[in-house]
Protein backbone atom coordinates (compact mmCIF):
# COMPACT_ATOMS: atom_id res chain seq x y z
CA UNK A 1 0.00 0.00 0.00
CA UNK A 2 1.25 3.29 -0.67
CA UNK A 3 0.21 6.62 0.58
CA UNK A 4 -0.93 9.21 -0.28
CA UNK A 5 2.12 11.12 -1.65
CA UNK A 6 3.46 7.85 -3.09
CA UNK A 7 5.95 7.52 -0.61
CA UNK A 8 6.80 3.99 0.61
CA UNK A 9 4.36 2.71 3.44
CA UNK A 10 5.84 1.27 6.63
CA UNK A 11 2.87 -0.51 8.32
CA UNK A 12 4.97 -0.74 11.68
CA UNK A 13 5.42 3.06 11.76
CA UNK A 14 1.86 3.65 11.00
CA UNK A 15 1.31 1.65 14.01
CA UNK A 16 3.50 3.41 16.15
CA UNK A 17 1.98 7.15 15.12
CA UNK A 18 -1.51 5.82 15.69
CA UNK A 19 -0.59 3.98 19.10
CA UNK A 20 1.13 7.36 19.91
CA UNK A 21 -1.69 9.70 19.43
CA UNK A 22 -3.59 6.85 20.82
CA UNK A 23 -1.57 7.42 23.85
CA UNK A 24 -1.60 11.02 24.03
CA UNK A 25 -5.87 11.05 24.32
CA UNK A 26 -5.27 9.15 27.31
CA UNK A 27 -3.28 11.29 28.77
CA UNK A 28 -6.17 13.92 28.36
CA UNK A 29 -8.56 11.58 29.71
CA UNK A 30 -6.38 11.23 32.47
CA UNK A 31 -5.43 15.27 32.96
CA UNK A 32 -9.08 16.16 32.44
CA UNK A 33 -10.32 14.00 34.96
CA UNK A 34 -7.20 15.23 37.28
CA UNK A 35 -8.13 18.61 36.72
CA UNK A 36 -11.79 18.16 37.66
CA UNK A 37 -11.20 16.95 40.57
CA UNK A 38 -8.97 19.06 42.04
CA UNK A 39 -6.03 16.26 41.95
CA UNK A 40 -3.42 18.22 39.40
CA UNK A 41 -0.74 19.61 41.48
CA UNK A 42 1.43 22.89 39.56
CA UNK A 43 4.28 24.12 41.64
CA UNK A 44 3.47 21.52 44.86
CA UNK A 45 0.00 23.05 45.27
CA UNK A 46 -3.53 21.58 43.78
CA UNK A 47 -5.01 23.43 41.19
CA UNK A 48 -8.36 25.20 41.72
CA UNK A 49 -11.18 22.99 39.49
CA UNK A 50 -11.85 23.59 35.84
CA UNK A 51 -15.56 23.60 34.63
CA UNK A 52 -15.76 21.32 31.99
CA UNK A 53 -17.31 23.54 29.46
CA UNK A 54 -14.31 25.75 29.55
CA UNK A 55 -12.03 22.87 29.54
CA UNK A 56 -14.19 22.40 26.10
CA UNK A 57 -14.21 25.97 24.60
CA UNK A 58 -10.44 26.88 25.55
CA UNK A 59 -9.19 23.33 23.72
CA UNK A 60 -10.68 23.78 20.64
CA UNK A 61 -9.99 27.72 20.84
CA UNK A 62 -6.03 27.48 21.49
CA UNK A 63 -6.13 24.94 18.53
CA UNK A 64 -7.94 26.48 16.10
CA UNK A 65 -5.19 29.54 16.63
CA UNK A 66 -2.14 27.72 16.46
CA UNK A 67 -3.66 25.97 13.31
CA UNK A 68 -4.50 28.56 11.34
CA UNK A 69 -1.53 30.72 11.99
CA UNK A 70 0.65 27.49 11.22
CA UNK A 71 -1.18 26.33 7.97
CA UNK A 72 -1.52 30.35 6.71
CA UNK A 73 1.58 31.64 7.91
CA UNK A 74 3.35 28.80 5.45
CA UNK A 75 0.84 28.10 2.59
CA UNK A 76 -1.80 31.36 2.75
CA UNK A 77 -5.51 31.53 3.25
CA UNK A 78 -6.04 29.28 0.16
CA UNK A 79 -4.86 26.82 2.24
CA UNK A 80 -8.29 26.60 4.46
CA UNK A 81 -10.49 28.35 1.48
CA UNK A 82 -13.67 26.75 1.19
CA UNK A 83 -17.10 26.82 -0.72
CA UNK A 84 -19.67 28.74 1.13
CA UNK A 85 -21.65 25.35 1.44
CA UNK A 86 -18.91 23.17 2.90
CA UNK A 87 -18.74 26.11 5.36
CA UNK A 88 -22.40 25.65 6.72
CA UNK A 89 -21.86 21.41 6.51
CA UNK A 90 -18.30 22.36 8.83
CA UNK A 91 -20.68 24.47 11.19
CA UNK A 92 -23.21 21.70 11.59
CA UNK A 93 -20.33 19.20 12.49
CA UNK A 94 -18.44 21.60 14.19
CA UNK A 95 -21.06 22.19 17.05
CA UNK A 96 -23.16 18.85 16.68
CA UNK A 97 -20.21 16.65 16.34
CA UNK A 98 -17.16 18.35 17.51
CA UNK A 99 -18.51 20.92 20.65
CA UNK A 100 -21.18 18.70 21.99
CA UNK A 101 -19.33 15.26 22.15
CA UNK A 102 -16.04 17.30 23.47
CA UNK A 103 -18.46 18.76 26.24
CA UNK A 104 -20.26 15.48 27.03
CA UNK A 105 -17.69 13.21 27.25
CA UNK A 106 -15.54 15.51 30.20
CA UNK A 107 -18.62 16.39 31.49
CA UNK A 108 -18.82 12.30 31.80
CA UNK A 109 -15.15 12.12 33.00
CA UNK A 110 -16.51 14.61 35.81
CA UNK A 111 -19.17 12.88 37.07
CA UNK A 112 -18.23 9.23 36.52
CA UNK A 113 -14.83 8.21 35.91
CA UNK A 114 -12.59 7.90 33.09
CA UNK A 115 -13.57 4.17 31.88
CA UNK A 116 -17.04 4.92 32.41
CA UNK A 117 -17.13 7.64 29.92
CA UNK A 118 -14.26 6.08 27.91
CA UNK A 119 -15.92 3.20 27.21
CA UNK A 120 -19.54 4.50 26.39
CA UNK A 121 -18.25 7.04 24.26
CA UNK A 122 -16.55 4.15 22.11
CA UNK A 123 -19.78 2.55 21.34
CA UNK A 124 -20.10 5.15 18.55
CA UNK A 125 -19.42 2.59 16.17
CA UNK A 126 -22.05 0.83 16.91
CA UNK A 127 -24.53 3.59 16.85
CA UNK A 128 -23.00 3.72 13.46
CA UNK A 129 -23.75 0.60 12.20
CA UNK A 130 -27.61 0.69 13.03
CA UNK A 131 -27.81 4.10 11.11
CA UNK A 132 -25.68 2.52 7.86
CA UNK A 133 -27.94 -0.73 8.27
CA UNK A 134 -31.33 1.41 8.72
CA UNK A 135 -30.49 3.16 5.20
CA UNK A 136 -30.22 -0.26 3.93
CA UNK A 137 -25.98 1.01 3.19
CA UNK A 138 -25.74 -2.29 4.97
CA UNK A 139 -26.90 -5.61 5.34
CA UNK A 140 -27.11 -6.64 9.38
CA UNK A 141 -24.89 -9.95 9.27
CA UNK A 142 -24.10 -12.55 11.68
CA UNK A 143 -20.49 -10.43 12.28
CA UNK A 144 -22.16 -7.14 12.92
CA UNK A 145 -24.84 -8.65 15.65
CA UNK A 146 -22.18 -10.71 17.16
CA UNK A 147 -20.58 -6.76 17.38
CA UNK A 148 -23.29 -5.28 18.88
CA UNK A 149 -24.53 -7.88 21.19
CA UNK A 150 -20.61 -7.58 22.40
CA UNK A 151 -21.29 -4.00 22.75
CA UNK A 152 -24.81 -3.55 24.75
CA UNK A 153 -23.70 -6.65 27.26
CA UNK A 154 -19.89 -4.50 27.98
CA UNK A 155 -21.95 -1.08 28.49
CA UNK A 156 -24.26 -3.14 30.88
CA UNK A 157 -21.21 -4.28 32.78
CA UNK A 158 -19.90 -0.85 33.06
CA UNK A 159 -23.04 0.88 33.96
CA UNK A 160 -23.62 -1.45 36.41
CA UNK A 161 -20.19 -1.01 38.24
CA UNK A 162 -21.30 2.52 37.65
CA UNK A 163 -24.19 2.69 40.20
CA UNK A 164 -21.98 0.48 42.76
CA UNK A 165 -19.16 2.56 42.21
CA UNK A 166 -16.70 4.96 44.20
CA UNK A 167 -19.36 7.61 44.89
CA UNK A 168 -20.90 5.60 47.56
CA UNK A 169 -23.59 3.33 47.00
CA UNK A 170 -25.48 4.52 50.25
CA UNK A 171 -25.78 8.11 48.77
CA UNK A 172 -29.18 9.21 46.67
CA UNK A 173 -26.93 12.33 45.29
CA UNK A 174 -23.83 9.94 44.35
CA UNK A 175 -26.45 7.53 42.37
CA UNK A 176 -28.05 10.88 40.65
CA UNK A 177 -24.35 12.14 39.55
CA UNK A 178 -23.12 8.36 38.46
CA UNK A 179 -26.43 8.20 36.13
CA UNK A 180 -26.48 12.29 34.75
CA UNK A 181 -22.36 11.12 33.87
CA UNK A 182 -23.54 8.01 32.43
CA UNK A 183 -26.02 9.77 30.16
CA UNK A 184 -23.76 12.34 29.32
CA UNK A 185 -21.46 9.35 27.80
CA UNK A 186 -23.55 8.00 26.01
CA UNK A 187 -24.95 11.84 24.73
CA UNK A 188 -21.12 12.11 23.71
CA UNK A 189 -21.08 8.55 22.06
CA UNK A 190 -24.28 9.62 19.68
CA UNK A 191 -22.41 13.00 19.09
CA UNK A 192 -19.53 11.35 18.02
CA UNK A 193 -21.15 9.01 15.87
CA UNK A 194 -23.04 11.56 14.00
CA UNK A 195 -19.68 13.27 13.33
CA UNK A 196 -18.72 10.06 12.24
CA UNK A 197 -21.26 10.08 9.51
CA UNK A 198 -21.71 13.25 8.46
CA UNK A 199 -17.45 13.78 8.40
CA UNK A 200 -17.24 10.67 5.64
CA UNK A 201 -18.41 12.74 2.78
CA UNK A 202 -16.76 16.00 3.24
CA UNK A 203 -13.79 14.30 3.76
CA UNK A 204 -13.94 12.60 1.45
CA UNK A 205 -13.52 15.98 -0.82
CA UNK A 206 -11.25 17.84 1.09
CA UNK A 207 -7.84 16.95 3.21
CA UNK A 208 -8.34 16.81 6.84
CA UNK A 209 -6.66 19.79 8.18
CA UNK A 210 -8.49 22.22 6.12
CA UNK A 211 -11.75 20.44 7.04
CA UNK A 212 -10.57 20.36 10.91
CA UNK A 213 -9.68 24.24 10.76
CA UNK A 214 -13.40 25.02 10.02
CA UNK A 215 -14.92 22.06 12.54
CA UNK A 216 -12.98 24.01 15.18
CA UNK A 217 -13.95 27.17 13.95
CA UNK A 218 -17.55 26.52 14.11
CA UNK A 219 -16.94 24.80 18.07
CA UNK A 220 -14.87 27.62 19.14
CA UNK A 221 -17.78 30.02 17.66
CA UNK A 222 -20.79 28.08 19.33
CA UNK A 223 -19.29 28.25 22.90
CA UNK A 224 -18.33 31.89 22.91
CA UNK A 225 -22.02 32.44 22.45
CA UNK A 226 -22.81 29.80 24.93
CA UNK A 227 -20.20 31.06 27.47
CA UNK A 228 -19.43 34.63 25.99
CA UNK A 229 -15.84 35.92 27.35
CA UNK A 230 -17.12 38.20 30.63
CA UNK A 231 -18.20 34.97 31.22
CA UNK A 232 -15.02 33.51 31.44
CA UNK A 233 -13.17 36.03 32.80
CA UNK A 234 -15.84 36.04 35.73
CA UNK A 235 -14.03 32.71 36.55
CA UNK A 236 -11.04 34.13 37.30
CA UNK A 237 -8.97 31.79 36.42
CA UNK A 238 -4.88 31.99 37.18
CA UNK A 239 -2.33 32.06 34.68
CA UNK A 240 -0.71 28.26 35.56
CA UNK A 241 -5.21 27.59 34.83
CA UNK A 242 -4.76 29.15 31.37
CA UNK A 243 -1.06 27.59 31.00
CA UNK A 244 -2.16 24.22 31.55
CA UNK A 245 -5.24 24.61 29.22
CA UNK A 246 -2.71 25.54 25.91
CA UNK A 247 -0.81 22.63 26.89
CA UNK A 248 -4.15 20.59 26.85
CA UNK A 249 -5.04 21.62 23.80
CA UNK A 250 -1.98 20.90 22.24
CA UNK A 251 -1.54 17.36 23.47
CA UNK A 252 -5.21 16.47 22.92
CA UNK A 253 -5.91 18.09 19.57
CA UNK A 254 -2.93 18.83 17.37
CA UNK A 255 -0.37 16.64 18.75
CA UNK A 256 -2.66 13.80 18.64
CA UNK A 257 -4.42 14.43 15.43
CA UNK A 258 -1.02 15.09 13.54
CA UNK A 259 0.35 11.57 14.77
CA UNK A 260 -2.79 9.90 14.10
CA UNK A 261 -2.41 11.94 10.58
CA UNK A 262 0.49 10.68 9.96
CA UNK A 263 0.27 6.84 11.16
CA UNK A 264 -2.70 7.42 7.98
CA UNK A 265 0.28 7.58 5.15
CA UNK A 266 1.31 4.01 6.49
CA UNK A 267 -2.12 2.29 7.28
CA UNK A 268 -4.86 1.51 5.32
CA UNK A 269 -8.09 3.52 7.34
CA UNK A 270 -9.49 0.40 8.90
CA UNK A 271 -6.65 -1.11 10.30
CA UNK A 272 -6.08 2.24 11.67
CA UNK A 273 -9.33 3.23 12.90
CA UNK A 274 -9.07 -0.72 14.98
CA UNK A 275 -5.03 0.57 16.30
CA UNK A 276 -7.03 3.29 17.86
CA UNK A 277 -8.96 0.92 20.14
CA UNK A 278 -5.55 1.36 22.35
CA UNK A 279 -7.34 4.74 23.51
CA UNK A 280 -9.81 3.11 25.71
CA UNK A 281 -6.97 1.00 27.21
CA UNK A 282 -4.48 3.54 27.60
CA UNK A 283 -6.69 5.99 29.17
CA UNK A 284 -8.35 3.67 31.86
CA UNK A 285 -4.20 2.02 32.45
CA UNK A 286 -3.21 5.85 33.05
CA UNK A 287 -6.68 6.93 35.30
CA UNK A 288 -5.86 3.59 37.24
CA UNK A 289 -2.33 4.04 37.75
CA UNK A 290 -1.80 8.29 38.38
CA UNK A 291 -5.02 8.67 39.51
CA UNK A 292 -6.37 5.68 41.40
CA UNK A 293 -9.48 4.90 40.11
CA UNK A 294 -9.93 1.25 40.48
CA UNK A 295 -10.35 -1.41 38.44
CA UNK A 296 -12.87 -4.10 39.09
CA UNK A 297 -12.95 -7.84 37.24
CA UNK A 298 -16.73 -6.82 36.45
CA UNK A 299 -15.45 -3.42 34.91
CA UNK A 300 -12.75 -5.09 33.07
CA UNK A 301 -14.76 -7.93 31.57
CA UNK A 302 -17.37 -5.19 30.27
CA UNK A 303 -14.41 -2.87 28.96
CA UNK A 304 -13.10 -6.43 27.22
CA UNK A 305 -16.52 -7.02 25.46
CA UNK A 306 -16.58 -3.63 24.22
CA UNK A 307 -13.49 -2.91 22.83
CA UNK A 308 -13.95 -6.44 21.02
CA UNK A 309 -17.67 -4.74 19.76
CA UNK A 310 -15.76 -1.71 18.57
CA UNK A 311 -12.84 -4.76 16.48
CA UNK A 312 -16.03 -6.47 15.45
CA UNK A 313 -17.69 -3.54 13.99
CA UNK A 314 -15.08 -2.24 12.28
CA UNK A 315 -13.70 -5.39 10.32
CA UNK A 316 -14.06 -5.62 6.50
CA UNK A 317 -16.36 -8.89 5.82
CA UNK A 318 -15.69 -11.28 3.77
CA UNK A 319 -15.86 -10.73 0.02
CA UNK A 320 -17.15 -7.55 1.44
CA UNK A 321 -15.22 -4.07 -0.15
CA UNK A 322 -16.53 -1.25 2.65
CA UNK A 323 -15.39 2.14 2.93
CA UNK A 324 -14.63 2.84 6.54
CA UNK A 325 -14.83 6.59 7.73
CA UNK A 326 -11.70 8.29 8.81
CA UNK A 327 -12.71 10.20 12.16
CA UNK A 328 -11.68 10.21 15.16
CA UNK A 329 -12.68 11.71 18.48
CA UNK A 330 -11.29 14.88 19.61
CA UNK A 331 -10.63 13.66 23.04
Not at 86 to 101: E, H, I, M, Q, W
Not at 173 to 184: H, I, K, N, P, Q
Not at 278 to 289: D, K, Y
Not at 290 to 318: N, S, T
Amino acid sequence: MANQTGARAHPLRGYLFIGGAAFLWGVSAALGRAVFTGKLRLGGAAMRPIDPLILSQSRVTFSLIVLVVLLVGFEGWQRIRLPARDLAYCFVLGTLGVALSNYFYYVAIQRTNVAIAIILQYTAPVWVLFYVVARGQQRLSAQKVAGVVSAIAGIALVIDLGKAGSFGSGSRMALRLDSYGVLAALVASFSFAFYNVAGHGILARFDRWRVLVWTLAAAAAFWMVVNPPWKIGAAHYAGSQWLFLFVFSMISVLGAFSLYFLGLQHLEPTRAIIASCLEPVFSILLAATLLGEALRPIQAVGIALVLAAIVIVQRPERNTVRECPVVEPME
